[in-house]
């Protein structure tokens, strides 16, 4: 069964530092997709960085990279440079492969982080 | 860029009463969902839609729950007999081809409060 565990629940970092959130995931499935959302107070949720089971290389998005080792089942997000506006909650997930049988995405708890002045 | 779109931002609702949460998806997308998020905690599956049918649902998806796509744009929940523990913010989302490499793009939620 797919299964994302984030085990920070609360980061803090200070403006203009890089900052790592972590994410491990359970899957049997060799193909799989992994995404990061961001969820600021005003509570949408905003598209962040993809990375597929498959892709040789890390992912990255501007300030965003995601450090994916795949034998370690891990997909850390991190965010170079931190900002103010990046305060928010950051949410790992997965989607596997049609042999899984789901076409669902699952999401871990979240990381709330908070950049600091 | 286009977006999904939910209607209301927040709903106020009693208890007992039925209610229709409306979101219109991204227009070229396939596979269309709905999850909720409890208190800004766990953001929980509740059913995926596909070709006019429901691929998967989750076990919070019971009797109470049902999903249209009424027309070729509208995607609806309805909740029947809503209980205080409904009150949570209900997420639609879309993804284009339904694969692995396909993100989910969110409406902006509606908030539903049961009183």
């Known amino acids: 069964a797919q299964k994302i565990t984030q085990t920070q629940p609360g980061m803090f970092v200070q403006e203009k530092e890089a900052v790592t959130l972590d994410c491990t995931y359970d899957?049997?499935?060799?193909?799989?997709?992994l995404f990061w959302y961001k969820q600021p107070s005003s509570g949408e949720m905003i598209f962040l960085i993809y990375?597929?089971?498959?892709?040789?290389q890390n992912a990255t998005e501007g300030r965003y990279s995601l450090n994916f080792q795949k034998a370690r089942k891990s997909a850390n997000l991190v965010i170079s440079a931190s900002q103010l506006g990046d305060s928010a909650m950051y949410f790992c997930?997965?989607?596997?492969?049609?042999?899984?049988?789901?076409?669902?995405?699952?999401f871990g708890t979240g990381t709330r982080l908070k950049v600091l002045a | 860029e286009p977006e999904v779109t939910q209607t209301p931002s927040h709903q106020v609702t009693q208890m007992g009463q039925e209610v229709i949460l409306r979101c219109v998806p991204i227009?070229?997308?396939?596979?269309f969902y709905w999850y909720r998020q409890i208190l800004g905690q766990k953001v929980e599956f509740l059913v995926s839609?596909?070709?006019?049918?429901?691929?998967?649902k989750s076990e919070i998806f019971d009797d109470q729950f049902s999903v249209e796509r009424p027309d070729g744009s509208n995607f609806t929940l309805k909740i029947r007999s809503t209980k205080l523990e409904d009150s949570a913010m209900y997420f639609c989302?879309?993804?284009?081809?339904?694969?692995?490499?396909?993100?989910?793009?969110f409406g902006n939620g509606t908030r539903l409060t049961v009183t």
């Open positions: 989302a879309s993804s284009d081809q339904g694969g692995v490499g396909s993100p989910l793009h």
């Open positions: 899957t049997s499935d060799p193909s799989y997709g």
């Open positions: 990375q597929g089971s498959y892709d040789q």
């Open positions: 997930a997965m989607r596997e492969g049609d042999t899984s049988g789901t076409y669902k995405y699952i």
């Open positions: 227009s070229n997308h396939l596979y």
């Open positions: 839609f596909y070709n006019n049918e429901i691929s998967e």
